[in-house]
């Protein structure tokens, strides 16, 4: 079978993909569905046919019978290689390649936002949108707020994670603008009526839009979402562990790619009601091996000063 799509791939008619056989276009470098590179380019090509007749020292042969290239692994490997075994790593954990520059590629991944974040907007804003602002806060989650992720074949320093786009951040601020007129406006109708129960109600849909206005500005956003509970006052320190997905960032406890691993997040803040006003946090990123060694130590440490305080307790009860 992947004969036939190699052979109607020289012979000039519709392009397959050897992994998969999804249709290709002739511009595309890698197949869409699985993320394989299509083999346009001669030297690519050429790589690829050496590398399928045998596991050279810079590959290793997987359960399906291919063989992948190891970042570091041969001093034979190209940057572009390793590049391409990134990428298909990450299109096989859900991304999608949009953009191949050559030294380094855009992946994208898109949804229409979480459960919470659309209870959250519904809660807001379905008893006067009728659920036309969940459509349209999908819409955005999916087409504006993609996430994304620059895959590089050199390995990057350990540092913070991109701010969000300066596209994102003048629609967070605009938003906000629109609510705030639209409270101006509507405050300035209740002020022109006579009814005070008219007036009462206008108000509080004035107030509804101001605070949502407030709650879209991405300062504002993003330190609601760290907030603590209510009863954090004064200097709090915390850490928070997510899963991520970043192949080309170094482990920062063994240099390896992190992979499929876990970010650290490191925070002193200062909190009123729960609400931080202040922060200064740093991140770490470990491989999930390295993730998994320091939890199962940390949880050995912590059932040896448990036996330590027991041991010490039976001492005392002896005397």
């Known amino acids: 079978m992947g004969g036939d799509r190699r052979s109607s791939r020289d012979s000039g008619g519709t392009l397959y993909c050897s992994n998969c056989g999804t249709g290709l276009e002739p511009s595309m470098n890698y197949c869409p569905?699985?993320?394989?590179p299509s083999g346009q380019t001669g030297t690519q090509s050429q790589t690829r046919r050496d590398?399928?007749?045998?596991p050279g020292p810079g590959s290793t042969a997987t359960a399906s019978g291919t063989n992948e290239l190891r970042p570091g692994s041969s001093s034979e490997t190209t940057d572009r290689d390793v590049l391409e075994y990134r990428i298909a790593n990450a299109s096989r954990d859900g991304w999608e390649l949009e953009h191949d520059f050559g030294d380094h590629a855009v992946m994208v991944r898109r949804t229409v936002g979480s459960v919470n974040e659309h209870l959250a907007v519904a809660v807001l804003t379905v008893w006067f949108t009728m659920g036309l602002g969940n459509a349209l806060y999908g819409a955005y989650r999916y087409f504006g707020d993609a996430e994304r992720m620059v895959l590089r074949a050199e390995q990057t320093e350990n540092g913070d994670d991109a701010e969000k786009t300066s596209g994102s951040l003048l629609l967070g601020r605009a938003t906000a603008a629109v609510c705030w007129l639209t409270a101006a406006i509507i405050a300035a109708i209740g002020v022109q009526l006579g009814p005070p129960a008219v007036s009462f109600i206008l108000f509080a849909l004035a107030f509804v839009f101001a605070a949502m206005g407030v709650s879209v500005l991405p300062s504002v956003s993003r330190r609601?979402?760290?907030?603590?509970?209510?009863t954090a006052n004064g200097r709090v320190h915390s850490v928070d562990e997510r899963t991520v997905v970043a192949y080309d960032?170094?482990?920062?406890?063994c240099a390896d790619p992190v992979g499929r691993g876990v970010e650290r997040t490191y925070r002193k803040e200062f909190c009123v009601l729960g609400?931080?006003?202040t922060a200064a946090e740093g991140r770490n990123y470990y491989c999930r091996q390295c993730a998994n060694a320091a939890q199962s130590s940390s949880t050995e440490r912590t059932h040896g000063e448990s036996a330590t305080a027991q041991d010490r307790d039976r001492e005392s009860e002896r005397t």
Not at 33 to 36: D, E, H, K, P, T
Not at 51 to 54: A, K, P, Y
Not at 249 to 253: G, I, L
């Open 51 to 54: 590398v399928s007749r045998g």
């Open 33 to 36: 569905n699985c993320g394989a």
């Open 249 to 253: 960032r170094p482990c920062s406890a």
């Open 224 to 230: 609601l979402a760290n907030r603590h509970p209510v």
């Open 275 to 277: 609400i931080p006003l």
